[in-house]
Every structure is written in structure tokens, then in C-alpha cells.
């Protein structure tokens, strides 16, 4: 496939882990050769843009996020050239293909960390990041409060301290080494030689230590940006650098450069606020953080999601949001986890049908990429008492049949046990069950994603927050060129009448994009809208 | 027929706009801009302190403030706009505004309030005095939260006050109120309440708005209405709130909104506080009381000499509204020597009810016999300050006990005379 520039704008990304997929060798544990098997059902979703979590060769302590081996693939999930089958009939379909590249650590199993534990002359030594103390950067935080006491760990065999900013089975490269910044870019032209679209950049915040800072967005960690996107551009034009970077709107947009270093950046802190807004039934915390998003430079874009295969993380959230967030969506402890809650999005929304549909709506329309985290799709629970975020990475459920229509392997043999319960079991929430009928969540979801790709407005347009007087009701308008389209979201659980301010678009009629019916012309006076609970309108402005 | 309307729609459209709130809190104002921005700054300090959480609205009825006392309380709103506050907030606080210019009146105040607290299905109501520059933002906590948490109906406040403050309360509206209802509400008519949803609509729905004691002494009817109602009444400690002992002038209006309304809810209710014997303590949420002791200067030979005109200069008035022996004693009491002077808590109940019964079968004028009080409420309070003038808090306190008691025993005395004057 051709990458044209910017095509990550319009882009559905559809978020999924190859173990969790699709089962083709009936070994209990999903594979490229089964991912493969269901792109038909990927493309008919309506997105155009898969987004594939850690396959590499790996211990698997921290779901693949622990790499032993960046060139090669996971012997559970086939071999190379299952993947580059993969990849090949995804983009016959039109579909691309981003991976993750977790480049601030590796996992201790990594031959480059053996090497450079087994002796301080070895020439991997400096590969990684070791101290005689555990008292060096002190201003950094740690991120995995639930488990990890320091960012140091104590190695045994080498007899000295090595930095961790997550697990400590997980060592951070030390990208102050060119060695290690040179071998990082071979690995990502290997796959991207091979055909992939870009790289969703795990962790980037943490790739450089300076003392006396909180080792956290250093200009340092730009320059090693900025180097790698000089390469891309230059190799591999088109090619896409996402930015995972959990931070204030502020901090993230140093990361977009002058457009120089990430394409794209997951906006974390709206995230959240999406689900406080829901909850409070008012804008107020959706309406400020898009105050506070900052303007991104041309060709760069956000990132936006609703649940990913992490905890809901409420790092970028104030205190008393985060209690309130716990309060409302993780009442019971178990399903807090580090600083968030591990819950799937159809559980987080009470199985409401009308919550689910309104979040994806604002998703969708409002000013970013849009990433659905597999499952979701279809209203898939979780389980909270499989440990760590294992309650929302389960096997996907395709029927109603064994093992959900995962895999043809005796239950006990899956990789984690399917979700059983009567509400969001396989038998009563599957794939082929809501293919059958028009109405279902899937069905919705394919016809919403339709509408959005239907316009560029929502990929590329600018965004003019309204404020009427009803604030409950959030709404937008997206344009893009002569293409303007109001987009109205009722956050009330009650139906709600609000006034809108259009006078600016008087003569307009509006297009209702769903249904395609008309509303009335806008005049002088504010436009009154009656709203159910929880719906949503998008609007294309018409002047005829 | 057309029900007349008395919310804007304006107004209404503004409430619209709110939607449903879980805590309403009303803001009656009237040229208040003096004192208002404390008033208002407590408020929003105390919702995001206590109800961070809740859905939260400001409404302020106006009687046609000319000194931008609504724009103040405008200013309160905690939104999204452009202009955004610095002040951190969960959710939206709204702060609304409306005139009700045609009838300027205490009632059409509360009634606005009321009704809006119906309207947006207010789980809890509290009402503020625009005055009240001592106000704290606990006030709303301790207001509200009996209402919100406890289900209680009616909040009713208790106040740190001087020995000599609030009088016509602890000598008149205090006892007669326990003792007429059997309810020991200390400041049962007071500018600063708070309400239950279903208190709220109840009061809303009654009958009718226009009798004077409704639109000019709200607060009384509805806690005639919390009584009557068998409502849950709770009281709770605020603190220090700022009372200036009226002017002459004032105390004729004070007396009418307080002891001429209290008088005028015995008409109706009569089958209800008739039958009642004793008293019982209402729920007490803080100190019962609490004194501030320091001297004051009173002017006791004015006092006194108020008292003596007007036995004299009323005399006529008097026997229409008194008993023979009522007036006697007071007459005696009038020639009495100074230091002498002793208006016992017997004769001050029995004067009461004597007027309360007069009043009720308007012997004369109902404001004439409200004004006739005036002098001889200024004697009583010569006694209360000459007894009282070296007591200790806990001494006053029983003082204020053993009036209570004086009239829950008297309280035969004005069925008697209610009936068949004597």
C-alpha cells in the first residue's frame, strides 16, 4: 500500500492483540494465522487501521511488553512469515498495519541485558542504565505503584543497581549510548521494510535520565525523537510515529516538535474526562481540557480512545477527580489497578446501551484518530479477578459456541479463560449473534463508523466549541473547508432542551447524518433542540 | 380559568438550563451590594468544600436592586465559559438571577425560591440572608447536610449571639412558638433555613400566597407549616451572626412580621396546636446556644420610660385588647420606683396570649394591636436585662427556660380567653 501523507488523519484504528484474536491451530492461544483468518470481519467493522500489541519473542511477564527479541515473532503466534502473510492480506483489504515498538526497556531476558549484567568490561554494558547506588534520580516517580518500591533493582550477578521505570524485570535502554539509539532504528526498518505503516512508541517519555529532573520529558528524549523522525521521513516517507506519552496536553505537545518528531499522540488526559462528564452529566470537564489542548502543528494529530488494553489510568486527572472516578466506576476495590481502573468499556457504562453508543459518538467526532479497542465493538465485559489487566485482555467471543468461537482447544488449555458470566458471557454477547440482527451494538457500530469515514471533517477538520446555556449538553462544530458539521451530545440521563447560537450559519438547513433527514433553516433566533437521554446528533450544514 | 403566572420566562428558561439539581440555595437580595460578596463568596466556598460532587444552583430573586446586586451573585456561576473562574470546581455551578419587581415582598421571594426548588427537583433547599456578613462556608454544610444526608425537612439555626441580642425571639417567639406547637425551635422564624424537596413542594401547593402574613413573614408560615406538617425538624449551631437590636421604627415592623403572623397562624391551625400540652426537644446539631457575655450599654430609664408612656398613652387601646387585671398589674407595674420594676414572666405570658386572643377576634385593628405590643415588649425586655445584667450564660439560659415553661403552663389561659374573652 502506498502511504499517503497524512493518511493516519482519516484513519479507524481497531486496537487488538494477536493472542486474544483468533485461535487458527486450536493450541488455546491466538495467531497470525487466525488474525489473518478474521481481517474479512476487521474490514466489514469499518475501520482501516489495526494497531497490533507486542507479538515479539518474550517472557510474557508483562503481556509481551517485555521483549526478548525485537526481529522476530512469538513462537505462540506463528512465525515471520505468518506475519508478513498477515500483513500482506490486511493491506489487500485496505487495511494498515501499526506495531509496537517498546523502545525504553526490554525485558531482562533480552540476550543484551544478560550480556550487559555478566560483567561491567562486557561492550552491552552501557546498553543499559546501572549505578554502585540506589540514590541516583530521586525525582523520579514510580509508575507501578501496586508493585514496584524503587526505579532501582539490585542485580545479583553483576552486583550493581539497574533503572526500571516499570517492572523490574523490565531495564530501560539507555538512549544516551548511540550504540543502542543505532541498533533501535535498524530494528524498526526491518518491519517497516517489510511493509509496516508506523509504530505505536511505548513509554517515550522515559528514554533519558538526567539528575536533579523527574526523568520525564528531558530535551534529551526529544533529540532522540527528532532523529528517529528524520530517518522516517527520509526512508520511509509516511511512515507513522504514535506517541504513547501519559501527560498533561501541555507537556505532550513538545512531542508533536514542529512537526518534526510524532505524527500522532494519545490525548490521555480526555480520555477520563469523557467518563467524568458522562457521570457528572455536565461538559465542564470535557469542555476544559479541550480548553486547555493546546493547536498542534499541520500533519500532526491526536489520538483518542475510550478503553485500550490498559487500566482506564487517571494519572492526568486531578485528586479530587480521581476519587470521584473511583467512587463512580470502581466502587469495588479489586477493579482499581495502579492509578486507574481495569474495566472494559461496556462494564464501565452499566451495560447501557444508550452510554456505550453516545461515548463511541463522541469518540468519533471529536478531533483526533479514533481507536476501538477490540471487543468493545460487540459490548464485551471483563474479568476482574484474573489479576494485573488480564480482566480485559480475554478471548475474543466470535459465537456462542466453544470457547466462544475463540479457538477449537479444550477450555482449560486457553491462554485465560473466556468471560462466562449470563450478562456478558460469549453466549449471550458474540460476534455472530449481533451480525443477525440490524439493531445490534454491532451493527451500530459499523453504521456509525461509516457515517464518520463518510467526511474528512472528523479527521481533519478544526473543532469551535459552543457553550449554551444547558450544560449538559456538549456541541461542536467541525469544519473543514466548506464542510461544516454540528455535532450535539445530550450527557443527561433526562431529556434536555437547549438553545444553540447559530447565527453565524444563518440560511444553513441542517442534514441529520444518520438518518440523512432534514431539520429546520437556521434563522436569527437560537436554534432550539429537544434531545432524548443520552443522544447525540451529527449535523451536516447545508445552503440550499 | 388561567392560573396566574409569577416566574418570568425568562426566568424559566434559565431554569430549564439548569436542569435537575441535588442542592438549591437561595439568595433573596434587594440592593444588598454591601454586603453581598461575602455572602456569596461563603456559598461557593462552601459548595465546593461539602458538595464538590453535587449538581449545585444559586437563585436569586431580586425585588429590583438598583446597585448591581444581582450581577454580583451572577458573578457566582463556576462554568465553562470564557471566562472561567479560577476557583476549581467538579461540575458546573450556576448562579441565576430574576426580578420580581411587581410584588417586592419577602413571600414572592421565598415563593420564587420554592418553586424553583420544585422545578429543578431540588433534593435540599437552603435560603441565606443577604446580610449575613459573618456567614461562614460551613453554614451551608450545617445547613444542608441534615437535609441531604439525614432527611430531615426543616433546618432551623442557632446562632452565637450577645446575652442581649435576638430579645423578641427569647421572649416571645421562642416560648410562644414551644409552647403554642410543642416544639422547642429556638429561632423558629429565622432568614436562614434549610428545606427538604417535599417540604419545598408541599409549601408551594398550599392553598393561597395572598394573606399577609405569607407575603410580609414567609419564613414563619413555613415553619407553621413544617409543625403542622409533622414535618422532621432539626436545628444546628452556625455561629456569630451580626444582629443589630431594631429602631423603634424597625421593632413595629419586626413585632408585625414575627408576633403578628405567629398570632394570625393560630386562625387556621387551631385545631391542631390547641390540643398540644408540654413541649419536646427538637434535635440539636452543635451547642444549644452560645452567649457572648462582654457588657453592653442599655439604656434602662429609656427602656422604662417607653414602657410608662405607653401604658399611659394607650390606655384606651389596652381595654380593648386586655383583661381588667392584666392592665391593672401593668398599670401598678408603670408607677413602680426604678429598680423596683419587675414585668414577671407570668404577666408577660398572659399578656401575650391576651393580645393573640384579641387579635384573633380583631377587637380592633389586627396592626393596631401589634403596635399596642410594642411598649410593652420594651418593659419586658427592662426586666429580662435586669435580671440578667450579672448572670452567667448558664443563668440566662435557665431564665429563658423558666419563660418557656411559664408559657407551656399558661397555655390553658389562652384557650380560656381565646374563646371567651375575659
Redesign the interface.
Known sequence: MTREPGWYKDAIIYQVHVRTFYDANGDGIGDFQGLAQRLDYVQELGVNTIWLMPFFPSPLRDDGYDISDYRSVHPSYGVLDDFKAFLSAAHDRGIRVIIEMVANHTSDQHPWFQESRSSANNPRREWYVWSDTDTKYRGARIIFLDTEMSNWAWDPISKSYYWHRFFSHQPDLNYDNPAVREEMWDIMKFWLEMGVDGFRLDAVPYLIEREGTNCENLPETHQVIKELRRKVDEQFPGALLLAEANQWPSDLRPYFGNGDEFHMAFHFPLMPRMF?GLR??????I??IL?QTPEIPPGCQWCLFLRNHDELTLEMV?D??RD?MYDMYAKDRSMRLNVGIRRRLAPLLDHDRRRIELMNGMLLSLPGTPIIYYGDEIGMGDNIYLGDRNGVRTPMQWSGGWNGGFSNADPERLYSPPILNPVYGYQAVNVLSQKRTEHSLLSWMKHIIKVRRSSPVFGSGSIEVL??????ILAYVRQLGKETVLVVNNL?S?A????LDLRRYKGNILVEMFGKNIFPRIGDLPYLLTMGPYQFYWFKLRRI | MVEETFLTDEFL??L??V??VDVLIGLPTHNNAETIGPVVQAIQAGILKCF??D?AVIINPDAGSRDGTPEIVAGASI????H?SKL?????L?SISTEYGLHPEPGTALRTIVAASELLRAKACVVLSPESTTIEPDWIQRLLRPVYKDNFDLVTPIYRRHKFEGLLMRNLLYPMTRAIYGYGIREPYASEFAISGRLATDFLTKESWDNESDRISPEMCLTARAITGEYRICQSFLGTKVHLDPSAGDLVAAMRRTAGVLFSSLDSNFSLWSTVVGSHSVPILGPESELVLEPVQVNLKRLGEMFSSGIAELEPVFRSILSPATLTELQTIARSKDGNFNYSAELWAKTVYEFAASYHKSVISRDHIIQAMVPLFRGRTLTFVLENRDSSAEEIEKNVESLCREFERLKPYLLEVWSHRK
Not at chain 1, 457528572?280 to 470537564?285: H, V
Not at chain 2, 476549581?88 to 458546573?92: I, S, V
Request: overall charge negative; hydrophobic content about 25%.
Open positions: 467524568m457528572l452529566e455536565d461538559r465542564k470537564p469542555t476544559e480548553q486531578t479530587m477527580e470521584y457553550y449554551p446555556a444547558n450544560h449538559r443527561s433526562a434536555q432542551a437547549v438553545e | 428558561r434559565q430549564i438550563d436542569g435537575e464538590p460532587r449538581r462554568d465553562d465559559g470564557r472561567a476549581y470546581a467538579l461540575r458546573t450556576h
